[in-house]
């Protein structure tokens, strides 16, 4: 089964809150009770990365959607929750940081790829409902055709383009390709406690976590299904034919012995 890492970190706000570190599995809302809360899926192993659907899926099956960025600020504060997880900011984790990877948001065009309407980027809604008219398209996207689903840059070892560096700008990208993702869920306004992090820092009562529910890793354990049970049936069907040799030479053994009896017997019915 291939090796799943989720990260999840504390938000730098804007407002000069120092960063937060989180274990890795949770949710974090950060900022106040009126603040959405955030969760970033980052893979290591680019081969379990998900399509634009199925990201969308784990994060509606977990009470959220799709990240919704509605504003400069809101766009500033998800830059500093990558940057804080891009340099390692996770508690109890060894890892170093991400690498390059770019993460699903929730925009994408509607109608899909069917829609050649122009002007192309007057096409595109947030899964969400939400009607915010902000974006932060990199330069000439988006580029419209085959491309149907929205991403955020994340190639900090990339040269940069004509729009600069491919990071924390938006491109759009077909739908089947695999990605990281991020999810954004309600303000949590239940709780309210004061939490302790490993370092010892205190997050504001405002900052509450909740774990997550795991939803990621089922799915990403749903697909070896077929492979497990292919094993089984493979290690059936060995051991049926290991007790079907098994009993095969059982019954040989038999009838050797009762040969061996019939043979000694007719000495004796002679002498009588």
């Given amino acids: ?85 891009r340099s390692g900011a996770v508690g109890g984790a060894r890892e170093a940081g991400i690498s390059d990877g770019d993460f699903w948001i929730g925009l994408t065009r509607v109608g899909g790829v069917n829609n050649t309407l122009v002007p192309c980027a007057e096409l595109y809604q ?50 089947n390709m695999k990605h990281n993702f991020i999810c954004k869920y309600e303000p949590v306004t239940s709780g309210g406690g004061v939490v302790t992090q490993a370092t010892g820092s205190v997050v504001p009562p405002q900052a509450a976590m909740t774990e997550a529910s795991g939803m990621l890793l089922l799915y990403v354990f749903i697909p070896t299904i077929p492979l497990l049970l292919l094993i089984l049936v493979a290690s059936g069907t060995c051991c049926c034919q290991t007790l079907s040799r098994s009993r095969l030479r059982t019954k040989t053994s038999t009838d050797q012995s009762n040969l061996w009896i019939s043979r000694t017997s007719k000495p004796n019915s002679m002498e009588v």
């Fill in 1 to 85: 089964m291939t090796q799943v890492v989720m990260l999840m970190l504390g938000v730098v706000m804007v407002t000069g809150l120092k960063a937060v570190k989180v274990m890795s599995g949770q949710k974090v809302c950060v900022g106040g009770p009126r603040r959405p809360c955030y969760k970033i899926a980052y893979f290591h192993d680019v081969s379990s990365r998900v399509a634009f659907s199925e990201a969308r899926q784990i994060c509606e099956m977990e009470g959220g959607a799709l990240l919704s960025i509605e504003s400069p600020f809101e766009q500033r504060h998800v830059e500093h929750l990558l940057q804080a997880l």
């Fill in 126 to 175: 947030w899964t969400d409902d939400s009607e915010a008219s902000f974006r932060n398209w990199y330069a000439d996207e988006p580029s419209c055709g085959g491309e149907a689903c929205v991403v955020m840059y994340h190639q900090p070892t990339a040269l940069p383009g004509l729009g600069g560096a491919y990071v924390y700008q938006w491109n759009d990208d077909r739908c």
